[in-house]
C-alpha cells in the first residue's frame, strides 16, 4: 500500500533556529497537507497544497509540494517554544480513497 | 462555531467490557472517520463513513464496530474482541470530496485495566 515516510524522526532545536523537515513517498500524490499536534491534543491543520511546485506561507511557516509530486517539504522561521509538537505529513493520490499520515516528526524547542 | 467534539477527553475500563467513544460534527461534513494512535506513533485508521448509514473497514478494524445513523455523529465501539484497546483514539470529518483536508477532534484517550 502507499506509504509516507518523514524525516528527521525528531529534533531538537535552540528556540529561535529554523526548522526543515519533509516527507516522502514512492507513489504520487495529487494533494499535500501538512498538521501539528499538540500533546493530548488532536491534529490541527496548517497547510494544504494542491498543485506540484506550489508554495504557501501561513505565518512563519512554508510549505512546498514537490516537483515530482512524490515528495512535500515544511518549513519553520524562527522558532518559538509553542511551535513544539508532532507534525504529521498526509497525502492523497488519484485513486486513494482516504488521506494517508506519515509517522511523524516530533520537535522540541530548548529555552 | 463549528467543529468536531469527541467525547470523554479520558475513559477508564475494565478488561473484557465494551466501550462507546462518542463523535458529533455540526461542519455539515459527510465523511467521518476513526483513528487510533499509539505513544510515539502515527495515525491508523480503524473504520470511516463517507455518507449515512454506509461504512468501510479501515487498516486496523479487528476489535472495533461504528454505525452511522446521522450525518452528524460517528460512535466507534471498542469491543472486548480488541486484544489492546489502550490508545488515544481520534475522530475526523471532511467533506465527501475531502478538498481541504481533514478536520479532528481533540481525541480520546482510553485506558483498560
Known amino acids: 500500500g502507499q506509504q509516507l515516510n518523514q524525516s528527521p524522526q525528531s529534533m531538537f532545536i535552540q528556540e529561535g533556529e529554523d526548522v526543515s523537515m519533509n516527507c516522502t513517498s514512492s507513489?504520487?500524490?495529487?494533494?499535500w497537507l501538512w498538521y501539528k499536534q499538540d500533546p493530548g491534543e488532536g491534529p490541527v491543520l496548517l497547510i494544504a497544497l494542491y498543485k506540484a511546485g506550489e508554495l504557501t506561507s501561513n505565518g512563519r511557516l512554508t510549505a512546498q509540494f514537490g516537483i515530482t509530486r512524490k515528495d512535500s517539504f515544511l518549513n519553520i522561521s524562527a522558532s518559538i517554544p509553542s511551535d513544539v509538537g508532532i507534525y504529521f505529513c498526509a497525502g492523497l493520490s488519484n485513486y486513494g480513497q482516504n488521506f494517508v499520515f506519515g509517522p511523524g516528526t516530533r520537535l522540541s524547542v530548548l529555552p | 462555531d463549528g467543529g468536531i467534539t469527541q467525547s470523554p477527553k479520558y475513559l477508564f475500563r475494565k478488561e473484557g467490557q465494551n466501550v462507546t467513544l462518542s463523535c458529533e460534527q455540526n461542519?455539515?461534513?459527510?465523511?467521518m472517520y476513526w483513528y487510533r494512535q499509539d505513544p510515539g506513533q502515527g495515525l491508523r485508521l480503524i473504520y470511516y463513513?463517507?455518507?449515512?448509514?454506509?461504512?468501510q473497514k479501515g487498516d486496523i478494524a479487528e476489535g472495533y464496530s461504528v454505525s452511522r445513523e446521522k450525518k452528524e455523529s460517528f460512535p466507534l465501539t471498542v469491543t472486548s474482541a480488541q486484544k489492546n484497546p489502550t490508545a488515544f483514539y481520534l475522530c475526523?470529518?471532511?467533506?465527501?470530496?475531502?478538498?481541504?483536508?481533514?478536520?479532528f477532534g481533540s481525541g480520546t484517550r482510553l485506558t483498560v485495566v
Open positions: 475526523a470529518s471532511s467533506t465527501f470530496d475531502r478538498a481541504g483536508g481533514y478536520t
Open positions: 507513489s504520487i500524490f495529487n494533494t
Open positions: 461542519l455539515n461534513h459527510d465523511a
Open positions: 463513513s463517507q455518507i449515512v448509514n454506509d461504512f
